[in-house]
């Protein structure tokens, strides 16, 4: 139907709203309107990227120096956390097996089969099982001439304390025998041919060193002697 004058072209077209706007996500929808768009991985990475340009603007909004300041700020925190791993090596872990810092973490050995294992490390330039046993035979040996009264758990540095008042002349190396035990052990440190070899030379050096008596001892030792 037409006006006065009119005819049936002059009719404006009136569509509804939410047809014309499915009309219109249906038609946007089709694949040829994203042949260019970045796949899932790009869009993720987009949106990190995203993110960390706004956490930078948002810390340079507080930070001296801006942007400069926000990269200095972060370098100097890792410098300082390398510091402190290279000082103090990877985080102390227990072992496995529930030995905690025991010395000896598996059944009871000879100071002799404790040699002859780390014997066999260094022939093979595994350092760290060799100053490892090394140590242990060091142990063994006091235990096995009385120096040491066996005890189970007991760790390296317990063990080098103690044997240091029987044997002073090694109170020093066995303090540091007993620190390279425990940064190999426990510290996630590294040996090498040298540290093996002075434990080595402790070993043998322990071995003949006559130990010195404590007072209390000397003194009981002289009135339980036969007359």
């Known amino acids: ?46 949106r990190f990227w995203e993110w960390v340009e706004n956490l930078f603007d948002s810390a340079s909004g507080v930070t001296p120096g801006g942007v400069v300041g926000v990269v200095a700020v972060v370098l100097v925190a890792l410098a300082v956390l390398g510091a402190l791993w290279w000082r103090l090596g990877t985080p102390r872990r227990t072992p496995s097996g529930g030995a905690g810092d025991s010395l ?29 046993e090394r140590m242990r035979a060091v142990v063994r040996s006091l235990e096995e001439r009385a120096l040491l009264d066996p005890r189970p758990g007991r760790t390296a540095d317990e063990a080098a304390a103690e044997a240091g008042r029987s044997l002073p002349s090694h109170a020093d190396g066995l303090r540091s025998a007993a620190r390279a035990f425990d940064d190999i052990t426990y510290g996630g440190r590294t040996a090498d041919e040298a540290a093996y070899r002075r434990v080595e030379q402790l070993d043998t050096a322990v071995e003949r060193t006559k130990p010195v008596l404590e007072p209390a001892v000397a003194a009981t030792a002289f009135t339980e002697a036969p007359r």
């Open 104 to 132: 000896f973490d598996d059944g009871p050995r000879t100071a002799a089969e404790h040699r002859a294992a780390a014997d066999r490390h260094a022939a093979a330039g595994q350092w760290n099982q060799a100053v490892q």
């Open 1 to 46: 139907m037409t006006g006065p004058g009119g005819t049936a072209d002059d009719i404006p077209l009136d569509i509804p709203r939410v047809p014309a706007q499915e009309a219109a996500e249906r038609e946007l929808s089709k694949p040829m309107y994203h042949e260019n768009d970045p796949n899932l991985l790009q869009r993720g990475l987009n």
